[in-house]
């Protein structure tokens, strides 16, 4: 735990009481605060008294003994609109923050120079997080990982400058963070996502913006407008910038040429590491994580030897191209975390002959920008609620069937496989949220392997 200090002998108020909002509670108690916690859940506000958190009904609460409101990143800040408890706090006159604010500023108090490497972007950040911090374990750092990749960033032990800390950021978090200024700031990029939180594109990016503006290194993607125009602004502002980009660039940085990731400086280029046969890093969008995770490394003075060691031994993470086993020439794979157009090209882009299973809660756009993709697709299955929209996109160009079920996708993806007697891959990536059939991406992705486990002459992948 790092107990937060910064707040000692004065009283907060804490909308949230989910995983980090319990971890929260108790680092600022830890650190000496007093603290009213409170959610819409009485189950989770019974969890948290059984802690030995205050809880109560801030509604009906004396905001004027409140320091400041620390809110749940899952809770609305200001769009559609905001939440009762932020329009309290607002009326109140009193900040406004979240977990990843609480640590900058016990780091800002006990280990300012602690190393920090905070990662953000619409698509690949957990992967990207994951992967510097496991390319950092095995060149022997002491590592805690943490932020929106699963583990409250205040239940990771405290900075100190021989410890590195790796977070992921998500858009939610960063609004709630004003004083974010990581050692490296990693943006990978910026497509549509969330806009029923932010309400614009603009919105959203300038958000993503912050992670890097105070950061002292800027490790920025330049594949997409939002990120360049980012990067031009971090570079006319004489910040230190290192580019990545997933193709190759006449610039300075770090790019994929192919499998092969070269480093650019003014006088040479120079080939790092080879990402061939790296199930785990599959994809031209994985080789833009793992070059942003490269430039992270050597700016800590990890070896190339060390790099390309911890690039061959990344094991991948869940539900994000995870190769799950063959049942002959079909190979099944679970990409349950492309919950957006956006991330199922990367899976698209990355193979032939898809038997696709795809559908959920629709974002906005559809699958509409995947039209470029649809020769690749043998056959569609289409599950949940954006069933019908998605048929419609699909047409005459993709023979689908209405599924419903990923249990029905499953069955029939495998029986047409088997009748192929070729090469091909059986794909789930929805390009929705799960929301209307699964709590989250994680239980559809579990169901998903678990089906595919049970399919009679499967050969399963080590460890899936």
């Known amino acids: 735990m790092t107990p937060v200090t910064t707040f000692a002998n004065k009283t907060v108020a804490l909308f949230g009481l989910g995983g980090s909002g319990l971890a929260t509670a108790l680092a600022l108690q830890a650190g000496g605060a007093h603290v009213v916690a409170c959610d819409d859940n009485p189950a989770k506000m019974a969890e948290a008294a059984t802690k030995g958190i205050e809880t109560g009904d801030l509604r009906q609460a004396d905001w004027s003994r409140f320091s400041a409101l620390v809110l749940s990143p899952g809770v609305p800040l200001t769009h559609p609109e905001p939440h009762w408890s932020a329009k309290l706090a607002k009326i109140a006159g009193i900040e406004i923050i979240g977990d990843i604010e609480l640590f900058c500023r016990a780091r800002a108090k006990i280990a300012p120079t602690a190393p920090f490497i905070a990662i ?105 407008k939002w990120s360049r125009s980012i990067a031009e602004i971090c570079l006319a502002n004489e910040a230190n910038v290192v580019r990545i980009s997933s193709e190759p660039m006449g610039k300075p940085g770090i790019f994929a040429d192919g499998g092969t990731l070269v480093r650019v400086t003014s006088s040479d280029a120079t080939a790092v590491a080879d990402l061939a046969g790296i199930g785990s890093l599959r994809g031209s969008h994985n080789a833009q994580n793992a070059a942003a995770a490269v430039a992270v490394a050597k700016a800590l003075s990890v070896s190339e030897e060390e790099i390309r060691s911890g690039l061959h031994t990344f094991p991948g993470l869940p539900h994000r191209m995870e190769e799950l086993g063959r049942i002959r020439a079909t190979l099944f794979i679970n990409d349950s975390k492309a919950t957006n157009a956006d991330s199922t090209e990367k899976a698209l882009k990355s193979f032939d002959n898809i038997l696709w299973i795809l559908g959920g809660k629709a974002k906005e756009g559809g699958i509409a920008p995947l039209k470029p993709y649809f020769p ?18 699909l047409g005459d160009e993709v023979p689908h069937v209405h599924s419903g079920t990923l249990d029905n996708a499953v069955e029939q993806a495998a029986q047409d496989a088997a009748a192929m007697n070729e090469a091909s891959v059986v794909l789930l990536s929805p390009a929705c949220a799960s929301y209307d059939q699964f709590a989250n991406y994680e239980v559809r992705g579990n169901r998903f392997r678990d089906l595919v486990r049970a399919l009679p002459g499967i050969t399963l992948t080590t460890g899936a």
């Not at 992967?127 to 409250?152: C, F, K, P, S, W």
């Not at 690749?376 to 996109?393: C, Q, S």
């Open 376 to 393: 690749k697709i043998r056959k569609a299955y289409l599950i949940g609620a954006a069933a019908h929209e998605f048929a419609g996109t």
């Open 120 to 224: 953000t972007g619409t698509n690949g950040k957990s992967t990207t997080t994951a992967l510097i911090a496991h390319i950092l374990r095995e060149a022997g750092h002491d590592v805690q990982m943490g932020g929106n990749i699963g583990t409250a960033i205040l239940s990771l032990e405290p900075p100190a400058d021989s410890r590195i800390h790796v977070i992921e950021c998500s858009s939610f978090q960063i609004d709630l963070a004003p004083s974010l200024a990581p050692t490296i700031g990693v943006l990978l990029n910026i497509s549509p996502d969330h806009l029923d939180r932010h309400g614009t594109m603009e919105e959203y990016a300038a958000i993503k913006e912050r992670l890097v503006m105070k950061a002292d290194l800027v490790v920025i993607g330049i594949d997409d």
